[in-house]
Structure formats: C-alpha cells, structure tokens
C-alpha cells in the first residue's frame, strides 16, 4: 500500500493547501515540490486511509489528491527514460491493471524534459494491453 502522495493546488495558494493537508492527516509531510502548487508527500497512513479523511473534512485550497506508487528519475533521453518507465510498470504496476478495461496514467511531466504525456501513453500501451 503506498504512503506517497501527489497534492495539486493553485501556485497561489500553495501554502494554504499544505496547511490544510498538515491538519487533516497528522504525521504527514511535504516532501519535493515537483511545479509550482504541485508536491510530493510522504503519508502517516495507507493513501486509502488519508483519502478517506480528506473526503470526510474536504479541503479548500487543495485541487487534486493521487497516490503515487513509483516514483522514477528520468534523464531526459526520451528512449531511454521510456524503456525505464515500460519496465517499472512491468515489474511493479500491472498488478494493479484489470486485462480488458480501459485505462489512463496519471503522470506528470515536467516542463524541462523533451517529451510529452502523449508520448509516455503510448509507450505503455503495450505493457498493459
């Protein structure tokens, strides 16, 4: 069970919404800012247990809550960062897939790195089908 966390909110109000995470879920922790609003947390429970409570008592400021079960650094050499990402969801992530129903990644790519969230979509493709 993952105890990670990707919390999106507004750049504006970015402190806000890590107050609000802070309250709602003791023991969590903001970890690397990925963008700007955009933050990784370590959780002091199993994601479904800080999501639970995050549902109960929503948040204002705080947009988007996912778990986060891999975290991959990637060189920005497009072949070799998606033969990287294809062998982690190979070997760590198609456990969680069901054979036959649709699916979607929820990724996030960063400004700097010379490709798209299309192009990571399409290279997994293959892994799950």
């Not at 190979?90 to 036959?100: S, V």
Request: charged residues 20%.
């Amino acid at each position: 069970m993952t105890r990670k966390a990707l919390v999106s909110s507004s750049e504006q109000y970015s402190a806000e919404a890590q107050g609000e995470v802070c309250r709602r879920l003791p023991g969590a922790s903001v970890g690397q800012a990925l963008a700007p609003g955009l933050h990784l947390w370590d959780l002091a429970t199993p994601f479904v247990d800080a999501a639970s409570k995050l549902l109960r008592d929503r948040p204002v400021f705080v947009r988007h809550v996912a778990p986060v079960h891999r975290v991959v650094v990637l060189a920005n050499r497009q072949d070799d960062d998606l033969q990287l990402i294809r062998t982690q969801v190979r070997d760590h992530l198609l456990g969680h897939f069901q054979p036959g129903l649709p699916f979607s990644v929820q990724h996030r790519v960063l400004p700097m790195l010379a490709y798209r969230p299309y192009e990571i979509q399409v290279a997994l493709q293959d892994e799950v089908q």
